[in-house]
């Protein structure tokens, strides 16, 4: 599944640690979730969308399932 979360990190100027503090996981599964090697799970998709204050939608490109 693709997704903007690299981009959106970058906006905010956000590491990988500090998304993965925010969200609550590990700075590894945001690594493999931003390189499309883990599809995140619905609960951790809305997490990291409230993370920055956008909708699911709006990070994750469903399109590409």
Do not use: C, Y
Not at 1 to 15: F, T
Not at 19 to 30: K, P, Y
Not at 38 to 46: E, G, M, Q, T
């Amino acid at each position: 599944m693709k997704n903007r979360i690299h981009v959106l990190r970058a906006e905010k100027r956000w590491s990988q640690a500090e998304l993965a503090d925010r969200v609550r996981v590990s700075r590894n599964s945001i690594n493999a979730i931003e390189n499309g090697r883990f599809d995140p799970s619905l609960p951790l998709a809305f997490r990291i969308a409230d993370a920055f204050g956008l909708t699911v939608e709006e990070v994750f490109d469903k399109t590409d399932v």
